[in-house]
């Protein structure tokens, strides 16, 4: 009997303790996506300046900022038809190191590596399955897109955790405020309120970033598979 009317401040403080427990860990990890966001942030606007022509692969860092517009890539269109005739002529590695001036985009260098890899098993076809070309190009087309979807996934998650995280950075310390409301502990209810009103803010800032970055990448790597869907139409429409 005592039990039972003991039991809703038994659970009332089970329930205080474990969400008080998680404050400090729900702090180190929105820290750890802060970081998280500087880095990419870094790695986001390296690619920004490799797709705007600034930085090419295989460039040394004296070179990477001293191209001027003559350097930048040629018309992707006008490139495939001549990489067409030099495939009709044989001379498929040419073509594809010809593809490789014509673009400045991380997953058609990826799916143009691909298909000089492709190279081997196109020659060995007619010994084996006359289709395994175009069944390998298909399959490449799809690891393509799986790592297309895999980079993004990463800043995609940050967009829901940043806000969900700061979110229980907020409620969690309103516990402990209240509490100190009313013994008229002002010092410790100052403390919570500044940490609750911080991680808010960390939150809401990883969210947005997360968001501007997830969006900006996936436009270009839209317009990545657009161009490899292109390139495979022009190329090998017909096999």
Not at 49 to 74: E, M, Q, V, W, Y
Not at 145 to 157: A, C, G, P, Q, Y
Request: hydrophobic share 45%; glycine share 8%; proline share 3%.
């Amino acid at each position: 009997m005592i039990l039972m009317m003991n039991l809703p401040h038994i659970l009332q403080q089970a329930i205080y303790l474990v969400s008080t427990s998680l404050l400090y860990p729900v702090i180190l990890l929105l820290l750890g996506m802060t970081a998280f966001i500087v880095v990419e942030i870094g790695m986001f606007s390296c690619e920004w300046l490799a797709r705007a022509g600034r930085i090419k692969r295989g460039d040394t860092i004296k070179k990477r900022f001293s191209k001027n517009k003559k350097n930048k890539p040629k018309d992707l269109e006008t490139g495939v038809l001549d990489v067409k005739a030099l495939i009709d002529k044989d001379e498929f590695e040419e073509g594809i190191n010809v593809l490789r001036d014509c673009t400045s985009k991380r997953f058609v260098y990826f799916f143009l590596d691909g298909l000089l890899a492709l190279k081997d098993k196109k020659e060995e076809k007619t010994s084996q399955n006359p289709d395994m070309f175009s069944i390998n190009l298909e399959k490449l087309l799809q690891k393509c897109d799986s790592f297309i979807t895999k980079r993004l996934e990463r800043t995609k998650v940050m967009v829901r955790l940043g806000p969900m995280f700061g979110l229980m950075g907020t409620l969690i310390p309103m516990g402990p405020a209240l509490l100190a409301l009313t013994r008229g502990d002002v010092d410790t209810l100052a403390n919570n309120l500044i940490i609750a009103f911080g991680t808010t803010v960390v939150g809401l800032l990883i969210g947005a970033v997360s968001y501007i970055v997830y969006t900006m990448r996936r436009r270009w790597y839209d317009d990545d598979m657009n161009d490899i869907k292109y390139i495979c139409e022009v190329l090998f429409g017909g096999e």
